[in-house]
């Protein structure tokens, strides 16, 4: 390595480069640990291990490295944007978006950093913030499509109705597809069916793209409607036209257990997951089918468990779990499921039906008997 510390950083950087490339053998990683260990004051050497730590998802590696450069060069925009990436890769939301945040108050600002912080602080809840750098993300040169576009899924999350449908329909572009989709949705939450039905027309006929989506939203919103003999129909006209569409399958097959015809639902789950076998959705649906309407119950306990393992946040799959364990009589095991679960998903009827089912088996008749009054006024016609 040269003496001189630019060009010896310059040829630190081309070397992390090379190393980086995906026929290096697994020891690159340990030669760039022990290069940048020799050159202690070398800020280029410690983002070079990042780098190849982070391609190679050696996550506490590359934070070490990362943060070891910002301690020689603090102000290093390059590096700061680096600890984002690793911060993001941990699942450490929070500290990414307070990073974005440190970036922008300095000054460092692009529509790409704008975009990312407003998605995260869209997950973390903060809608004020997001809703801040998406106006001004809007303002900027080609930005207005997208900003609008965040606007209107942010209004939408907040149930701001009029003003999401103001923003999708300000939509252009690329996007603008997307966004008459999403201006169906909206409609469908304000029970205008027809007008909703009439978006899923124009995107049918001018976003060819998007078509699968278009039939399946619109079987999906007759599904809502307690309409599932028109859904299936529906399902059944998307599929001639896109046969191999798992997600129309998937909703297709959901209708059939509503309709309790269990055994082409089976079929047709099962379908689904000779295409895609670790499909986790598929997976519950199908272990929930069979837990829950055949005896075949250990075996769908089974899929449930293999969803589970995928997704073990989401509050549908954790009550499949409950439910599973109270149908093999595990009633302890069920509740404790069925209760994380519930804190998860509090408004959802099934899952309340189901915490107050496993109660009363365990003699909680009291507490029971309260989760379904709950459930009930808010949704008295759940047929669970």
Excluded: C
Excluded at 94 to 110: F, K, N, Q
Excluded at 181 to 186: E, G, Y
Excluded at 208 to 236: C, H, I, T, Y
Excluded at 313 to 330: H, L, N, T, V, Y
């Amino acid at each position: 390595l040269p003496a001189e510390p630019s060009e010896r950083d310059a040829l630190i950087g081309r070397l992390g480069s090379l190393l980086m490339q995906p026929d290096m053998p697994e020891e690159a990683l340990t030669l760039m640990q022990r290069l940048a260990a020799e050159q202690p004051d070398s800020a280029a050497a410690q983002l070079a291990l990042a780098r190849l730590a982070l391609s190679r998802e050696a996550l506490s590696v590359a934070r070490d490295a990362v943060e070891q450069a910002l301690v020689l060069r603090p102000d290093w925009v390059t590096a700061r944007l680096l600890r984002v990436d690793v911060l993001l890769m941990q699942e450490q939301s929070a500290l990414a978006l307070a990073a974005y945040r440190g970036l922008m108050e300095d000054d460092v600002s692009s529509s790409e950093i704008m975009t990312n912080a407003a998605m995260l602080a869209m997950q973390a809840g903060d809608l004020r913030y997001a809703r801040q750098l998406l106006r001004e993300l809007k303002e900027q040169p080609g930005q207005a499509d997208q900003a609008n576009f965040w606007l209107g899924q942010l209004a939408e999350q907040g149930a701001v109705w009029t003003e999401a449908l103001r923003y999708y329909r300000n939509v252009r572009g690329s996007l603008q597809g997307e966004a008459r989709l999403r201006v169906a949705w909206v409609l469908a939450r304000l029970e205008r069916f027809d007008e909703a039905y009439e978006e899923l027309s124009a995107v049918l006929s001018a976003h060819s793209e998007l078509a699968a989506n278009a039939w399946r939203s619109e079987g999906e919103m007759l599904r809502m409607q307690d309409k599932p003999g028109a859904a299936l129909q529906v399902f059944n006209a998307g599929l001639l036209a896109h046969p191999d569409d798992l997600n129309l399958r998937y909703s297709r097959a959901l209708v059939l257990v509503m309709l309790a015809a269990i055994e082409p639902a089976i079929e047709a789950l099962e379908e689904i997951l000779a295409v895609d076998p670790n499909n986790s959705a598929a997976l519950n649906a199908l272990g929930y089918t069979l837990v829950d309407q055949t005896d075949r119950i250990d075996e769908g306990a089974a899929m449930i468990q293999r969803a589970y393992e995928a997704a073990p946040e989401d509050p549908a799959i954790i009550d499949s779990m409950g439910w599973a364990a109270f149908r093999q009589g595990e009633f302890e095991r069920a509740l404790s499921y069925l209760e994380k679960a519930h804190a998860l998903a509090s408004d959802d009827p099934e899952i309340s039906a189901h915490l107050g089912e496993v109660l009363w088996v365990l003699g909680h008749r009291a507490k029971a008997r309260e989760i379904w009054e709950s459930v009930l006024s808010a949704h008295p016609d759940h047929p669970v």
